[in-house]
């Protein structure tokens, strides 16, 4: 069991390593796509800089505060599309039989369908996430945690693709679907909290983990509670799992079209 474990980890990992050389091998586009992300992503804190030059606080946030969300939102983002881009195009992996490939292979079928490949320009907002966490206010424990939420974020981020992406097992033309909902989680996560009340909200921290994603984290780093620390973890676990569970029954459903294709 522990070498089935440890052989899969390496198996993810090699699969992880050779689609960043892949996207690597015009390292001048690499490079233009990571620049231009940060600079895409500075960009967007202009309008909160026109904002909190007429309000002080936005939400009960304030604009340090704001641009410690943004680092948050955009290296979660960043974790889950520079190694686990694929994830996001499941649905079209299973509509048009791709997963033929990954099911004849001795390899965990999930984790070998969503590392097949990377976003080069990802990896731009893993480092404007970083690049906040300076501005706000560097420490060691700061750091460790942005670390371990981008972590805990982007597999949250990772999972609720998947179960949007597994809804191609059990019915047709699904991918809008997983393409709305994927958009939602990436809109809402840079926006405070505060201004959204009542059912809007509660969506936030259930249907669409944002609330779990980024805006508890973001209340851990601003003021550490142990007990938020813990839920954050606990609930990564089970949507993980909860992801896990839903693929794992959708692929029972899977009908193989013959489609012949070779992964390079």
Known sequence: MLMAVKNQARCTFLAIKYGIVKEMLNRVSFITNITFMILNNASMLIQWIVLYSLKDNIGGYTFKEIMLLWGLAASTYGFSHAFFYSSFKLSDTINKGKLDAFIVQPKNVLLNAITTHVSSSAFGDLIFGYLMVFIYGFSFKLFFLFTFFTITGGLIIVAFAIILGSLAFFMDSSELIADNGNNLIVHFATYP???????????????????????IPLQVLINFDIVKFLIVLSLTIFFISLACLIFKLGLKKYSSTNLMSARI
């Open 193 to 215: 909290d505060g201004i959204f009340k009542g059912f809007v909200k509660l969506i936030l921290f259930t249907i669409v983990p944002v609330g779990i994603a980024n805006y």
